[in-house]
């Protein structure tokens, strides 16, 4: 689809050879930041498929985001269920990361940071040192103290909380949250990011006055969840679910609907009634339970998850406060999750074609690519690659960062535009024949939604004002 070509103004874009020599020179006015080369980024993508599928574990790669994010160097292998995040992903990680402290925090939540090693001693004490089982990865340290790594921090949390003595009411309720590492000896690791022996976790806690407030706070931060989901653009399914070893009265689950979802999920046409199989009574059940209504099945993948607890914890281990008496009371606690690697690998996975990565626009490692004309080529002396990128972050500086300069001018404009295709940028920005016209015409691809439009430097500049970034 092309749009309309906007006015030209003023020679911004000559000389594009002399451009990438001041490029690769710095030769960059004093204050001002360099422009990011493609040619500098650290993004190993040579790795021979079977030393791949080696590393993983497996035969071979069944998993679109796991083969997608391997072949582009977003993720490598380091053992079995571990990977080495590389910059892309990082970059990719960090801006998820930022998205959910913005909403957290809008709701009163407070970051902090609990270890990784967690003393057997608080396991024990919920009994779930057992329970869990081969699941925890168990240590001993040089004084034959038990440690694990935790896969989740309810224990700690509350006896961080029960340390501090009675807490008044008027400090309820208090949300707690950590984006961490945690850490689960899965009997198969498999499909990337998407079930690991090492990942990246949201887990908040919460501690309230009463159960009726304790559910207050549940409505209140699952809205918050919705809310993540809602400008990651992901179309998302919350079900009903089993609170299984965490525990705790009320348990949902956010699910994105998904062939190699390992979730089985029953939902009704009829009304908002939707569950995982496993809190069924009957796995043949077609009815819905609340309409009546035909259930239908699909797959998902679990992005997150959240629980209302009661006391089950504030028991064990004394999180209290003091209410209007002065008496003791036991906190009414919830816990909340976000896989935060598991929903970048999530959102590939449901975005994506076969063979090009399409990413959650706020979430891409880089908002804008540029692509230059080859080197040798008429169109190479048409531009002025520095004035634009210094034009561009006048204009729209919340681009700062966000633009990345394919500067591989050695290969062709169609080979340079594949790897960028594959890569997912929103907008790819292509210095092609036309930029030989008077005035310069320039394509942009906006790649999330299929558009293709031919603009002037002016338009290029009105267009990208209108980019938002986390």
Same mark, same amino acid.
């Given at each position: ?19 990438? +020599? ?16 493609? #040619? ?45 995040? +590389? ?8 801006? %998820? ?44 340290? $040089?004084?034959?103290?038990?440690? =694990? %790594? ?16 009675? !807490? ?6 208090? !949300? ?7 850490? $689960? ?48 653009? %992901? ?14 009265? /009320? ?62 914890? #504030? ?46 626009? /706020? ?5 804008? =690519? ?45 080979? $340079? ?5 594959? %890569? ?39 267009? +990208? ?6």
């Amino acid at each position: 689809m092309e749009l309309a070509i906007h006015s030209y103004s003023g020679g911004l874009f000559k000389n594009l050879a002399c451009g990438f +020599l001041y490029l690769h020179r710095s030769h960059f006015h004093h204050g001002r930041t360099k422009p990011l080369l493609l #040619s500098r980024l650290f993004q190993p993508s040579n790795l021979q498929e079977d030393r791949m599928l080696e590393l993983v574990g497996q035969s071979e790669l069944t998993c679109k985001s796991q083969r997608l994010m391997l072949q582009a160097g977003l993720i490598q292998p380091a053992n079995t269920g571990c990977f080495h995040y +590389l910059p892309f992903t990082v970059r990719a990680m960090e801006k %998820l990361i930022r998205l959910i402290d913005k909403e957290m925090q809008s709701i009163g939540g407070q970051k902090v940071n609990m270890p990784s090693l967690t003393s057997a001693n608080l396991w024990k004490a919920s009994e779930r040192w057992d329970l869990l089982g081969k699941e925890l990865f168990r240590l001993k340290d $040089r004084h034959s103290m038990d440690y =694990c %790594l935790s896969p989740t921090h309810e224990e700690a949390v509350t006896e961080l909380v029960a340390m501090q003595g009675n !807490l008044s009411y008027k400090q309820l309720p208090l !949300l707690l949250y950590q984006v961490t590492r945690k850490f $689960r000896d899965e009997p198969k690791p498999r499909y990337g990011l998407l079930r690991g022996r090492e990942f990246y976790m949201k887990d908040m806690y919460t501690f309230d006055v009463s159960e009726e407030a304790a559910k207050v706070t549940y409505k209140l931060v699952s809205d918050a969840y919705t809310c993540v989901f809602d400008q990651l653009g %992901l179309q998302f399914v919350k079900v009903q679910a089993d609170p299984g070893s965490i525990g705790g009265k /009320l348990s949902h689950e956010f699910q994105l609907p998904a062939e190699i979802g390992e979730d089985h999920l029953l939902m009704c046409s009829d009304c908002h009634f939707a569950a995982n199989v496993e809190t069924m009574n009957a796995v043949e059940t077609t009815n819905c339970p609340q309409c009546d209504g035909k259930l239908r099945e699909s797959r998902g993948i679990e992005v997150g998850h959240t629980f209302y607890l009661g006391t089950k914890y #504030s028991q064990i281990f004394g999180a209290s406060y003091s209410n209007t008496e002065n008496k003791p009371i036991l906190s009414e606690m919830g816990c909340f999750g976000l896989g935060v690697t598991r929903i970048l690998a999530a959102a590939i996975e449901v975005l994506s074609t076969e063979n090009n990565i399409r990413w959650p626009s /706020l979430l891409a490692p880089y908002q804008v =690519c540029v692509i230059s004309p080859k080197k040798g080529s008429k169109e190479e002396l048409n531009i002025n690659q520095p004035e634009f990128y210094d034009n561009l972050m006048d204009t729209v500086p919340q681009l700062h960062g966000e633009v990345l300069f394919d500067d591989r001018s050695h290969l062709t404009i169609g080979r $340079r535009l594949k790897d960028a295709s594959c %890569l997912g940028y929103p907008y790819i920005i292509i210095a092609g024949k036309r930029i030989l016209e008077d005035p310069p015409i320039f394509e942009i691809k906006c790649q999330n939604n299929g558009r293709t439009m031919f603009l002037t430097q002016e338009g290029i500049l009105d267009f +990208l004002k209108n980019i938002q970034v986390v």
